[in-house]
């Protein structure tokens, strides 16, 4: 039947099937966050349909001419096997082929298959979860003098320039549009570190996530430059909501694992950051917390 399959791009009506998908596939889809997928690149998300029925879906997304991202790959569990995948794959790749570098996040189990098509691993990723009310059971880690010369800021509040500048010199590639979109949306809270130039010294923001039964928080991004700023982010964020909350710390920080284990954090997954093309040299000593993985 492959014959009958074709790909389109995705339409505003199929969002919210997208990520009833990654809902299912445990992906923890925050709410809204296809939508931003597709606003950062209008034409970078397919379907895959098998006749006129959508069975698979594929993000290929240009975040400017030197970066692009490969995320939301997944084909529906009954049409595995048939070259549908393969077929969503080699798409998004002819899309992202004048890019010169495309990054994605892998499971353990598909390393290999993304090392045959010219990809390599450059970090491990790390899942944490958070279990609890409102506030962390452990008290203030870290004792800073630093802390007193900087507040919070929170809505619009917010420096976005400030927080645009801050967050182009810790990417390896920055991401305006995607960034603009993502501190806007109404869903979660968004909180930001200044001094009293207004100056951006960390942001964080949390959204409301699907898992495969209820609901969660996901944090990200996280970014601060130091640990103490990151813990006073991240007191923040968690203090208004309770349950299960996630993060995704990038392996390249190495004060991280300390920070989370610390607050109470549990890692419960790895993935793998892959790149094809040059490797990315910029340190991630300040990023505490990924966007997503889907879109990285």
């Known amino acids: 039947m492959i014959h009958s399959f074709n790909i389109r791009p995705l339409d ?31 034409q970078g998300i397919w379907i895959g349909y098998l006749g006129d029925k959508p069975i698979g879906c594929i993000a290929g997304i240009r975040y400017n ?35 010169p570098l495309i990054g994605l996040e892998a499971a353990s189990n598909r390393v290999k298959d993304y090392e045959n098509w010219g990809f390599k ?31 919070i800021h929170e809505g619009r509040s917010i420096p976005s320039e400030y927080v645009q500048l801050y967050d182009a010199n810790r990417e390896a590639s920055p991401r305006p549009h995607f960034l603009s979109d993502w501190l806007d949306r109404k869903e ?23 898992l495969k039964s209820g609901q969660g928080w996901r944090i990200g991004p996280l970014l601060a430059d ?8 991240l007191r923040n964020l968690v203090s208004r909501h309770s349950g299960s909350v996630f993060l995704d710390s990038p ?28 490797q990315p ?9 990924l966007a997503c993985l889907e879109l990285g």
Request: proline letters at 4%; aromatic letters at 14%.
């Open 12 to 42: 505003s009506d199929h969002i919210s099937l997208l990520t009833e998908w990654a809902r299912i596939e445990g992906f923890t889809p925050g709410i809204g966050d296809v939508s931003i997928y597709k606003n950062t690149d209008n």
């Open 65 to 99: 001419s030197n970066y692009g991202f490969i995320g939301l790959f997944i084909v529906l569990e009954k049409y595995r096997g048939n070259g549908y995948g393969v077929l969503l794959w080699k798409h998004a790749l002819k899309y992202l082929a004048n890019i």
């Open 121 to 151: 691993i450059a970090s491990t990723t790390t899942r944490w979860q958070w279990e609890g009310s409102n506030n962390f059971l452990v008290p203030q880690l870290y004792l800073d003098e630093e802390l007193e010369k900087l507040q």
């Open 188 to 210: 979660g809270n968004v909180s930001v570190l200044v001094d009293k130039n207004l100056n951006c010294h960390g942001f964080g923001r949390i959204r409301p996530c699907l």
């Open 226 to 233: 130091t640990p103490p700023l990151a813990e006073v982010l």
């Open 251 to 278: 392996g390249s920080n190495p004060y991280s694992p300390y920070l989370l284990e610390r607050l109470g954090f549990k890692e419960i997954s790895k993935t793998f950051r892959m790149y094809k093309g040059y």
């Open 281 to 289: 040299q910029q340190s991630l000593n300040q990023v505490y917390g």
